[in-house]
């Protein structure tokens, strides 16, 4: 227990209109009334206080999200890691909240005061239980859409009469959520990290037809126009168009009045309604004009809905329809939201169609604003912004406008969920080590962002690796091999060649104080991808195929710094598992090997690499056998060796060239 | 003698479990081997034996963090609130525990007397500026014509004390925090010396004669509120009360007096009669104030050194023998 205030507080007989009549307990110099000014409290939420303070702690780039907890054994350092932490975490909670609704009757103990009801279990419901209206309500409040209808069930078969307010909210209920129990509302590691099924079902019809709501609607007598207005904006929501359209069509006629989002979910689906983009423009003007004539006023919804219908109507005139529509709009005072500009950007930017500048102008208007989300589209804003930035309009300047953007105010609240952050992240990425200077990429992004805000993908670290290549920046090598491991890329044949590629190509440079100890570390990270992989390859049903490319380019690095064991077993790899791997090795790589051998005195493992080039066929083995009798005072066993892999006339043509060299010595002499 | 039967009541259970579990592992054996399914095992594969030869990896652990911070980092945004102390986010050499003499003290790292103790490291001196800095667009300035404490004596007259808990448990409810105490100063009130007299028998022990202050404490009722109005009510009744006269207060004894008054004494009479002694006329010489105060001085505090002289200079003034 901790104390946490103890309040004086002095009251005064002037000020408090309660105490007034004490005024006359208190002896008071009357003689001269000083004035007291007190002023005014000024107003604020339980709240405000913890966001002013939370408005003071910046953005520390060696920290992991809050969610994680601050150890370097639970810090994830990739994006399998990210989500499987987070999600173990909220499925702790979901188990939890299993065991305590499996085992309702052990957590009856109320030991809260207020009451939280989210921690206590909820009433279960069976076939055979006894419910009252008063359930349906509840479950209604609380959106438990299975047990509703459950609840709903019962009541029917008992006969007992429901009045028409619940029947339209239970409507209500099963319309929104189309008679699905919806996701928790605090599982929200879960809703960050879900695989959108939206966008996978976007356009598909997931109406439930006949099922509960749709039955619920037919028993609803009389129906008001709320009734019809929930099940046209059910339908439209889970694109069952037609059934939707059609009853539209008959409130129409029959003079029941809609409310404003009813038009809007109409207007939503146009594209569904008519085939031709002519004929799609021609229903919404007659649908704005009905709205007209109806005395109903539009609204965002009716804006964004008019421009999600043009976006996606096909129309060459689109682009003009949704300038009108945009201006039409202002007239009348709506502000759009972002989801309006994401409209309008899909509508100007196709992949195929001529380059718009219209972000430009869109953050012109924005920028410097804080939004709130307004509609459920709003989060598709700088997903798709970024993307304009890079694959249609490739300006850096307007990526960095956008991300400013972003980062202004409460807006990054708008960026959506794990999978449009990182697709953001990957096409900012992509763009600024394509167009920023390198230092100054890995500088001021590279080293803020990565790890813990984005982990660059595969693709990414692609074009990172490249533009290490085309810069010579090979003082990074190490850190974006390290990385290449937290972030669990090691498999990627294309990056591993890559980075090898870069460590055979640029030579480090001694006179350069961060690249001294350079030579030292590629040898280690060529033996460090050896053994991953192999190590990898124990243990997964699928291996990586070693390429004999990439191990001739390892066994390359590695005899750079004379380290005549590590040599040995990759060599020996090769020479064994000639079946398992593709393609062969360079010849260059067995020179470099040999030469290794010959400095460190080691003929028969100079012989096993001839055994391995004769196997192979090298043109050069020859050169090589050569090499080797010349390298090595052999003895016979080894004599025997290279002879039996490389030929007689090796050993002849070598004492011949001896003998003429000894020759030349002579007529020099 | 004790062992000696422990040990031999031990041996017979011994062998009485022994024999049972031989007893039974037959037959347990034989249950497993009838409920198994056989496999026909054609690739000579030792599936449990592999999964068993596969020894869990290590995790890759990344360095401790600190090691990639910026000196010139915001400290404020890697520490911002209280938690314990973890030596991987802590940039600082710091050792703690005892040890013997001439030995080093334990580093951060798996020291659990870095975590026992509760550290600062969230209110760093830039942290609480900023964080005051935050916080100013919440106050209003200083209430003016109250600036001195006399002049907030004089209009919050009356002193209003409670205090809130907070703990970590279910409830938010502690019962102390309804605990409502109120002073005030007894010359803050206007009350004449038998009002006064009153009053100070009404509240008894709750008046603290040194600085003039009354006490009222109220707990009685279950909400603050509630002890708060039943404060005022108090000293509301308590105020109209003593102003108040009853018809028995006049049939009040010398016995009852608690002090002593030279006006209702014999020593008035007599000091009187002395004075008047053998003088003409009605017109009667009423001893001195001083005389008065001395000998009203010397029956209410005692007798001393300093009264009885101050009572001496008096007389022998008031007689004229000097």
Known sequence: MQHLRRSVSSISYLNRSSLSRCTRFFATSTELEEKVEIPNYIQRSPTTILRALSQTVGFDPTAAHYKYHDDPYLIPLSNVGKRSFALAMESGRKSAKFIRQQHSNLFQHREADPPIEAFLPTKMYTIDSQVEISDLTTSIEHSHVSDAILVYALLKKNNVELTNDVKQSLLELLCFYNCEEPLEEDMIEERWFRQNQRLKERNRKTWKDNDTAEQLYYEIEPKTPQTYACIIRGMCKYYQVEKAYAIFQDCLANNIKLDVDCFNSILNVVRFIKESADLRWSVMLDLLKTMKEKGVSPNLGTLNACLNSISEMGSKNAKDYAIQIMTEFKNIGIEPSLASYYHILHTFCKDRGPVSHVLVDILNEIEGKEFEMRDIKDTMFFVTAMDVCRNHLYDLNLAKRVDAFLHFGENYNLIGDSYKESIYYRNYFTLLVQAEPFDKFMADYYHILVPHVYIPEPSVMEEILKAVEVTGAIDNIPLLWSHMICFEQISRDNLLALIVRIMLQNKPDLTIKTQENLKETFSHIAWDIWSKIEEKNELRSKPVVWTGKLLGDILRIICTSEDIDRASVIMEKLLNDQQKILGESDYIAMEDYVQLCITKKQPSKAIQCLQYCTEIGFNESKNLAKTICKGFTLDENHTRRVVRYAGESVIQEIEKEMQEESAAKNVTQ | ?322
């Open chain 2, 1 to 322: 003698m004790l062992k000696k039967i422990n040990l031999n009541s031990l041996i017979p259970l011994a062998q009485r479990t022994c024999f049972r579990n031989y007893s039974q592992e037959p037959a347990a054996v034989e249950t497993v081997h009838d409920d198994d399914f056989r496999v026909l095992n054609l690739r000579k594969t030792k599936g449990t034996q592999q999964q068993l030869s596969r020894r869990p990896k290590p995790p890759d652990v990344p360095p401790p963090r600190y090691k990639q911070m910026a000196v010139d980092q915001d400290w404020g945004a890697v520490w911002p609130g209280p938690k314990t102390f973890h030596p991987a986010s802590v940039p600082l050499p710091v050792r703690q525990g005892w040890v013997p003499l001439n030995k080093t003290v334990p580093g951060k790292f798996a020291n659990a007397e870095l975590m026992k103790i509760p550290n600062f490291l969230h209110l760093t001196p830039p942290v609480i500026a900023k964080q005051c800095e935050a916080l100013k667009q919440f106050c209003t300035p200083f209430p003016k014509g109250l600036e001195t404490e006399e002049q907030q004596e004089k209009h919050f007259p009356v002193q209003f004390i409670s205090s809130d808990y907070v703990h970590g448990l279910p409830t938010i409810r502690n019962p102390l925090s309804r605990i409502v105490t109120i002073k005030l100063k007894l010359s803050q009130l206007k009350l004449d010396e038998h009002a006064r007299d009153k009053f100070l028998r009404l509240i008894g022990e709750r008046y603290n004669e040194e600085t003039d202050e009354i006490t009222i404490v109220t707990d009685r009722c279950p909400l603050k509120q509630q002890n708060f109005d039943y404060a005022m009510y108090l000293l509301t009744a308590l105020y109209h009360e003593s102003r108040t006269v009853e018809e028995w207060e006049s049939s009040k004894q010398e016995g009852d007096m608690e002090y002593y008054n030279w006006h209702n004494n014999q020593s008035k009479v007599t000091s009187t009669e002395v004075l008047n002694w053998g003088l003409p006329g009605d017109s009667k010489v009423e001893p001195p104030q001083e005389y008065i105060s001395c000998v009203e001085n010397l029956m209410n505090e005692g007798e001393n050194e300093y009264n009885i002289n101050k009572y001496k200079e008096s007389v022998v003034k008031m007689l004229g023998l000097a």
